[in-house]
């Protein structure tokens, strides 16, 4: 106890020093723990966005490109898949159940996603989960609106209000469905997937919408057809984006999968959401390990900071030593001592590190989410992070050895000689 109360009365006199090498350490900390949690919130949130789906099916394109926009809503379709091609799949006799994703138009910056009830009956995430309402249900009406959780919690919006489309995918758009707006009819629970920063109309909704417009304008004042009048449409859709499928049996999944992508009547894709997300996922851990990499080195400097900090000071703590000596301390106390104002020091970077992870983490998850669909969790530190701090403390304990033995060295050679 005393040694503690020694050491940390030495780093208190040497304040600005000692700030300076806290937050150096601090700061290497929450880079290498920030880029670690990073990592593993990402992975989670990746393999946890859709669960109990076989097969993604979407017009013909790069699989990873088909996964992020019909899953994760970055980017859009290169093409639709025909209604009457989303109809013959989904009425196959191996065919479960299927998910229609019509995409391409936002509210505020949130995507619009058109689709029927099977996906509240169907979708799930995190395993099993199944999508869960926090208040009112599924669209009754054609222009009835269900709101992720981040889409009424962002825009406050309750049920009842009144939503207007925007045409495409700016955050700013100018083109707007004004004419036909859409009443919330229910908001979501909270999912951690893009689940919860979308806004979920019916397909009929979305046809609604468009059938007065050609070519991405829509049609003179004198030719638009109004909300009302759009009800007594034929209000089937032309195609879809995208579309989840079920298989009855698991074993029909590949069969199914090169017959989707050899079928002749139009060019499709269809993969398999596991291994896609794999692969996406490989892309990312790529960045992953040279963000770790460059993280530890990170660390790695902040540690010889403080290395070479204590090692520059021992000149000018000849006297400090020599004093020590002259009440009783022994050299293995001065060693001691050295080694415990590293731990100190460690310590206290370590910890306001930990610290200003989490305050970054807070800062930048909506970032995350919205720009990317990726729900980043707050939690404490796992094994493996728990892991590399202690990993840490004991580097700087090491790294500290050095001029701790040169204290040593010096506080025998010296004895009361005093150093002009």
Known sequence: MAMLFLGLRSLWN???????????????????????????????SFFNTLSGTDLIVGSRTGAVNLLLYSVFRIGDATDEVSWTTYQKIAHHPDVAWTIPLSLGDSHRGFRVLGTDLNYFLHYRFAGTHA??????????????????????GDLKYKIGDRIVVSHGLGGVSFIKHGDKPFRVCGILERTGTPVDRTVHVSL????????????????????RVSAQEARSRNLTPDGVSAFLVSMRSEVM?????????TY???PLLAILPGVTIGQLWELIGAANVALSVVAAFVVLAGLLGMSTAILSSLNERRREMAIFRSVGARPAHILGLMLVESALLTLGGVTLGVVLTYLLILAGRPLLQGHLGLYIAVRPPSIDEMSILAAILVAALVMAFLP??????????????IRM
């Open 14 to 44: 040497r304040g600005t020093a000692t700030v300076l090498t806290v937050s150096a350490i601090a700061v290497s900390v929450a880079l290498l723990l920030g880029v670690q949690m990073l990592k593993t919130s990402a992975q989670e």
């Open 131 to 152: 999508l869960k309402f926090a208040e009112g249900g599924v669209f009754r009406d054609l222009y009835d609106a269900v709101l992720g959780a981040d889409v009424a």
């Open 204 to 223: 009929e909704g979305i046809s609604a919408m468009h059938i007065d417009w050609q070519s991405g304008f829509q049609a003179p004042p004198g030719e």
């Open 253 to 261: 999944t590949l069969t199914m999968q090169r017959a989707i992508n």
């Open 264 to 266: 002749r009547a139009e």
């Open 404 to 417: 701790a033995v040169r204290a040593y060295r010096n506080t025998l050679s010296d004895g009361l000689q």
